[in-house]
């Protein structure tokens, strides 16, 4: 058994992360969040030590890491903003835990390199949470695609989810502090499915509450992505969603669809599993698509093309 401490535990997705901890028979013992509407905790143990400070959390794990080699702190979960990840990776490293990061692992691919170097100070690791790699349907997809004798697809993929009012007012509709959207899902998918990807000449630009949109060209793929973040308004543009009402994730390559709006309940503790296995998601299979974001949102922007996307004149 190992013990977790989870940083950022009062957020939308930590509630995936304690049952990962809970599910993979491990056991939480302090946890860290400047909101104190953490109940939740209740419902995986009452045993935690849970701070409102960072800096009384770092020290509460450092008083751990010098104590008896059972009482101190194996991993830490990271699951705070995610301008916060980085520094929150660090802090799990310094008192020596290996962290487990949810996605994106950081905002800017430089801080990969600092991150990456402290791993090789401290002997621990840095892993991150890319849960679609562990869906059933698309790890069948990546087989069948690695089998492939074509060196190029046709891909669409749509990635809809909902959120309500409260994401515009939260950090994450802040793009300073979030530089989130489905990028940091779908392109990590892609490359999973053995689809290389690659910055093309320019990209289509939706409106900031909407993640980057546009054309990727891809040395094996020719991709015509398209990820709102926003509820969908009217009937869905393609496919029926077997999860959330208004969410839609789907993949078609070649023509061909696959759905995947189901099956999200336990991926977070497939990842846990792997990850305490020893065969996890590090910083190496973080960077190339965190590259890849960061240099979307360096691209030429042109005006969003209704035309050629018209989910775009369906989420305004």
């Not at 393609?238 to 061909?256: N, Q």
């Not at 309940?265 to 996890?280: I, P, S």
Request: glycine share 8%; with cysteine; proline share 5%.
């Amino acid at each position: 058994m190992k013990n977790f401490a989870v940083a950022g535990v009062g957020g939308f997705i930590a509630p995936r992360h304690l049952k990962a901890i809970r599910d993979t028979g491990n056991r939480l013992v302090a946890a860290v969040d400047p909101k104190d509407s953490v109940g939740v905790l209740d419902q995986y143990t009452f045993d935690v030590r849970f701070f409102t400070e960072i800096e009384r959390f770092d020290r509460y794990l450092e008083r751990l890491r010098r104590g008896p080699e059972e009482g101190r702190v194996h991993y830490l979960s990271v699951c705070s903003p995610n301008y916060l990840h980085d520094a929150h990776c660090r802090l799990g490293l310094r008192v020596k835990a290996d962290v487990i990061c949810e996605k994106p692992l950081v905002i800017n691919p430089w801080n990969l390199d600092a991150l990456g170097e402290l791993e090789q100070e401290t002997g621990q690791r840095i892993w991150t949470v890319l849960q679609l790699r562990a869906h059933d349907k698309l790890l069948a997809l990546r087989e069948q695609l690695a089998s492939s004798p074509s060196t190029k697809h046709d891909v669409v993929l749509t990635y809809v989810t909902a959120r309500g009012n409260w994401y515009d007012v939260s950090w994450k509709g802040q793009l300073e502090k979030s530089r989130r959207g489905a990028d940091e899902h779908r392109h990590p998918l892609l490359r999973h499915a053995h689809l290389d990807v690659r910055l093309g000449d320019g990209r289509t630009c939706a409106p900031e509450r909407r993640a980057s949109d546009g054309r990727v060209h891809r040395a094996r793929t020719c991709a015509r992505p398209l990820v709102p973040l926003r509820r969908r308004e009217g009937p869905p543009v393609s496919g029926t969603a077997t999860g959330e009402e208004d969410d839609l994730r789907s993949i078609t390559v070649d023509g061909t669809e696959i759905e995947f709006s189901d099956g999200f309940t336990d991926l977070h503790t497939r990842v846990y599993e792997w990850t305490l296995a020893g065969r996890g998601f590090g910083i190496a299979d973080a960077r190339p698509s965190i590259q890849l974001v960061y240099d979307l949102r360096r691209a030429p922007v042109t005006a969003a093309t209704t035309e050629a996307h018209p989910l775009l004149a369906k989420n305004p």
